[in-house]
């Protein structure tokens, strides 16, 4: 009977390992994901962040690898770039491989979400760098996930736009209500979004903090200011004013 009762996690790792060559980046990691969090996942380059993301993903079979985890069926994935194929327009982009009757005006609606409601027919060439982080991110959400892997998708953006994606993803969350798991190398970016932080250190888990402040989130609450310099000292970065 005790297989009837659902389990409040989204994401659940036992001791997953992965290596490359022999060669341990992930190191009997042990985590679980309630439904609907917001994790950001911080660490040093080459820590294995991509790495853990990647095995989630299931697109990892370049790696040797142990352990269990279970995600849940309906997974998007969102990268730096925006991997729009250049030669289908920008709804065709969102509505490739989607099976739903109204596959298109639910596209367009959520082209309208992200602003580029104005920019359903155009080729992705002719778009900014932002508008198409939108457009990759509507691609997401449109296929209603629930776990959304998302590795450095603001990384290539300017500062200004990078703060108005935050500002939509969190508008989009709210709506959507995703489980979510960012890779990011900006604690700033992580402190503002997540409900958890977690640190990836030695192919381990070595902090995880709850980030307890409400949204809208201001950078200088003294909660999120304390946490940030526990987090900057733990990359060996002391505190700038
Ligand atoms: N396909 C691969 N083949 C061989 N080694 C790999 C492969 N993918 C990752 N690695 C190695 O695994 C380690 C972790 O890489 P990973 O990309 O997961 O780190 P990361 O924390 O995401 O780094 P960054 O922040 O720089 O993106 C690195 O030493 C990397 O060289």
Known sequence: MNGDIPSPNAVELRNLSRSFKGKTVLDRISLEIPHGQFVSLLGESGSGKTTLLRALAGLDDDAEGQGHFKVPDK???LFQDSRLLPWKSVVDNLTLGLRRQDARSAALDMLDAV???DKATVWPETLSGGQKQRASLARS????PQLL???EPFGA???LTRLRMQEL???LVKRERPTIVLVTHDVDEALLLSDRILVLKG???AEDHIVSVPHPRRSHDPKL???RAKLLLSFGVSERV
Do not use: K, T
């Open 225 to 227: 200011l304390s946490l």
């Open 149 to 151: 892997l998302a590795d």
């Open 75 to 77: 997974i998007s994935v």
């Open 203 to 205: 192919g381990r888990i």
């Open 157 to 159: 953006l300017d500062a």
């Open 115 to 117: 602003g580029l409601g």
């Open 169 to 171: 993803l969190m508008r």
């Open 141 to 144: 959400l449109l296929r209603s």
